[in-house]
Structure formats: structure tokens, C-alpha cells
Nanobody, 126 residues
Framework: VQLQACGGGLVRTGGSLRLSCDASTLTFNKYSMAWFRQAPGKEREFVAA????????HYSGSVKGRFTISRDNTKNTVYLQMSSLKPEDTAVYYCAASFSSPETAMLGRRAEYSVWGQGTQVTVSS
């Protein structure tokens, strides 16, 4: 089982990008989904999560108000709309799926996410 993330690229400070993650190999509407990111030399960190129904969302403090996670269960796809991008947002972005309870998945702990995509690079130039 694999997730396919795409949509990364090079953008200037203040710009926007939308990442997509195809999760067609999953029973998509049973999983909470999340985005994580990993910058060079740093630990992989939580960015945003959304429950299977889409009714709950949770964001890290560093992206709240700038990023929006959403999902389309008819297309088995989760999205991350990123706006007002900063150089510190530069990282490889990974989508991930969790079969844990919604409340647990929203905590954003890596251990709760058992299925991962291959990552897509986002670079924000100053």
C-alpha cells in the first residue's frame, strides 16, 4: 500500500502551492490523513491532519492560519493548500494515513500513522 504525493516545487516567499496525495490503494474513507514535513538535518514534524469524515482538522502552530488541509473522499485524495509561504517551510512533505481513533490521529504523532507516501519537495526562496 502506498500513497502518492505531488504538487511540490519552487516558490517565492509569500507564494502558494497545493499539494495532493492520491490514496487510491486505501479504503480511504476509513482513514484519518495527515501531512508531515522534514527539513534537511531535522526531525520529521507534524503539519496538519484531518479525520476520515473531514469533520475535524488540526494544525501545527507554525502553519495554522496559512495552510489548509482538506480531502475529497470521492477522489481518494487529500490536499494541503499552502499560502503565505516562508523559507522555513522548505522541506520534503509527506502524506500519511492513520487507522487510529480520530482523537488520537489528530494528536499528530508519527507512530499513529502506518501508511506513508514518498514525499514531495517544497522549496521557498527568500
Amino acid at each position: 500500500v502506498q500513497l502518492q504525493a505531488c504538487g511540490g516545487g519552487l516558490v517565492r516567499t509569500g507564494g502558494s502551492l497545493r499539494l495532493s496525495c492520491d490514496a487510491s490503494t486505501l479504503t480511504f474513507n476509513k482513514y484519518s490523513m495527515a501531512w508531515f514535513r522534514q527539513a534537511p538535518g531535522k526531525e520529521r514534524e507534524f503539519v496538519a491532519a484531518i479525520t476520515a469524515s473531514g469533520s475535524l482538522r488540526h494544525y501545527s502552530g507554525s502553519v495554522k492560519g496559512r495552510f489548509t488541509i482538506s480531502r475529497d473522499n470521492t477522489k481518494n485524495t487529500v490536499y494541503l493548500q499552502m499560502s503565505s509561504l516562508k523559507p522555513e517551510d522548505t522541506a520534503v512533505y509527506y502524506c500519511a494515513a492513520s487507522f487510529s481513533s480520530p482523537e488520537t490521529a489528530m494528536l499528530g504523532r508519527r507512530a499513529e500513522y502506518s501508511v506513508w507516501g514518498q514525499g514531495t519537495q517544497v522549496t521557498v526562496s527568500s
